[in-house]
């Protein structure tokens, strides 16, 4: 089975500066990464996918990739309190194997506080 | 476009009853997903229907759990009896496969069985 590992937090960042969330997942074959945003009582909200090693950007949001070492990183620069939500990485597939259109594998979510 | 729709929203039962939640994906999308969310933790993915065939349901729970998809459309999943460890949010998602791979989520339905 596949794994993907988050740290739960709650992580705490004041606002205005760079929050920074981390992913590690088990399988080396994974070629696709998603970050979800999820509010309290909502359901998840797609906000970036990644498919290739190095930086993406979207706005405030960059996802950063990195194969070798079996982690991805989602940075939300100049964080506003509405970006308070836990955030979902997830890898497609649920077992050993699994290509961009398998079921989601998701970690457990970090929840992020941002500090007025 | 209209998101993804499930129905109910909120569901009471009791253990060893009977309940259904139904899903309507976004227009045109091939691929829809049933996932369980306990509280605190991430999704977890149940069943995959492409069209109205079964994809994957290695996660399912196929003594109480099932799920149908007829003519490639909307979807429901049924769980009978219930179980107390079965209160969670059950979420909706489809993606469309030849334009995309993301997945898009409905609102879900909070199911507390008593």
């Known amino acids: 089975q596949k794994e993907v590992e988050q740290n739960s937090g709650p992580l705490s960042v004041p606002e205005g500066a760079i929050a920074s969330l981390n992913c590690t997942y088990s399988?080396?074959?994974?070629?696709?990464f998603f970050w979800y945003r999820q509010y309290s009582g909502k359901s998840p909200e797609l906000i970036m996918f990644?498919?290739?090693?190095g930086d993406k950007e979207d706005g405030r949001f960059t996802a950063q990739l990195n194969k070798a070492s079996q982690y991805v990183s989602l940075l939300i620069r100049d964080s506003q309190p509405s970006d308070s939500a836990t955030y979902l990485c997830?890898?497609?597939?649920?077992?050993?194997?699994?290509?961009?259109?398998?079921?989601?594998?998701f970690g457990k979510g970090t929840h992020l506080i941002i500090q007025p | 476009e209209a998101g993804v729709a499930q129905s109910p929203r909120y569901k009471i039962i009791e253990k060893r009853q009977s309940v259904a939640f139904w899903c309507n994906p976004i227009?045109?999308?091939?691929?829809l997903y049933w996932y369980q969310q306990i509280l605190g933790q991430g999704p977890k993915l149940l069943i995959q229907?492409?069209?109205?065939?079964?994809?994957?349901d290695s996660q399912l729970p196929k003594d109480r759990f099932s799920a149908e998809r007829l003519k490639g459309v909307d979807s429901t999943l049924k769980i009978q009896p219930a179980k107390l460890e079965d209160s969670a949010v059950y979420l909706c998602?489809?993606?469309?496969?030849?334009?995309?791979?993301?997945?898009?989520f409905g609102p879900g339905t909070r199911l507390t069985v008593t």
């Open positions: 990644i498919y290739s090693n």
């Open positions: 399988d080396r074959g994974s070629q696709s």
């Open positions: 998602a489809s993606s469309h496969g030849l334009l995309g791979y993301e997945q898009y």
């Open positions: 997830a890898v497609p597939g649920v077992g050993n194997s699994g290509g961009g259109a398998d079921g989601l594998t």
């Open positions: 227009s045109g999308h091939a691929t």
């Open positions: 229907f492409q069209n109205n065939g079964v994809v994957d």
